[in-house]
């Protein structure tokens, strides 16, 4: 069966060779693509190697008149969740790449979903690399009880904790929270210096140039360390596999799930 896909954010770094990869498949079919700066150009010119006669829309809401199996949202933390749930209440399944969203954002979603019986993907990170230090490091916290998290990001990238650390942290609160000996809220200095609670774990966001995307965790126990760190360069192709699983899968569930971890088998 072949799925109809829609990618807002086809200008993107990501959006760009996602459209490619999704029009060089055989089951995929792209239909819609959204870009607001690209709005009314074909969307050859926008991405190479996709269709010449699909035109770039200015809307999630324009671009889903056509007929739409899956929505995949690259675009901003401001719109993404208004992207989401425009998709949803068509009846249109989504996959979110889009970093930036709260819990309470995807409490919203979560509940959207079941009321309308479709599915979503949301993931802080589709690389596979990223996807297996969120499964590692929630296997860690089973037998070490204390972790932090450190967030690596480019000095221009306005959200913190990106979407990937945010992914980690909520995983790793399936386990529990990380045990603190002296409690934060005590410090003696700026209680900033120890970073974000997020979800029961410490995070500590770093912006500075030369960075793309990484995360570390690492996980403290008496005279012993474990350091589990993902790192991605500055090109997209890590995303893009990831992505076209999540859309395959998709279709195949009811409600939320975060995180690509538990589709991956």
């Not at 996959?95 to 009321?115: H, K, P």
């Not at 945010?166 to 000996?181: D, N, P, Y």
């Not at 195949?252 to 538990?262: E, M």
């Amino acid at each position: 069966m072949t799925l109809n896909v829609c990618v807002a954010g086809a200008s993107g770094w990501v959006g760009k060779p996602l459209c490619k990869a999704i029009a060089a498949t055989g089951d995929l079919k792209l239909v819609g693509a959204v870009a607001r700066s690209a709005a009314g150009l074909q969307l050859s010119d926008v991405s190479e190697g996709t269709n010449p006669n699909l035109v770039v829309s200015g809307s999630v809401r324009e671009a889903l008149e056509a007929k739409t199996d899956v929505l995949v949202e690259f675009t901003q933390p401001a719109a993404a969740k208004e992207h989401v749930l425009t998709a949803i209440n068509r009846g249109v399944h989504v996959v979110i790449g889009t970093s930036g969203l709260t819990d309470s954002d995807f409490s919203e979603i979560e509940r959207a979903a079941a009321e309308h019986n479709v599915g979503v993907i949301a993931a802080g990170n589709f690389a596979i690399t990223a996807v297996l230090l969120e499964r590692f490091a929630r296997e860690a916290a089973k037998h070490i009880p204390s972790w932090e998290v450190i967030d690596y990001a480019k000095d221009t990238k306005p959200d913190a904790p990106s979407g990937t650390a945010r992914e980690v942290a909520f995983h790793l609160a399936q386990v529990g929270s990380s045990e603190v000996s002296y409690p934060v809220d005590q410090t003696i200095g700026p209680k900033e210096s120890r970073g974000a609670n997020l979800n029961g774990s410490q995070i500590h966001s770093i912006r500075l140039p030369s960075y793309v995307i990484a995360v570390e965790v690492i996980f403290g126990g008496e005279d012993e360390r474990l350091t589990i760190r993902h790192d991605a360069g500055v090109g997209a192709a890590p995303y893009i596999q990831g992505t076209l699983l999540a859309i395959r899968k998709v279709p195949s569930i009811s409600g939320l799930v975060r995180g690509l971890a538990n589709v991956l088998e």
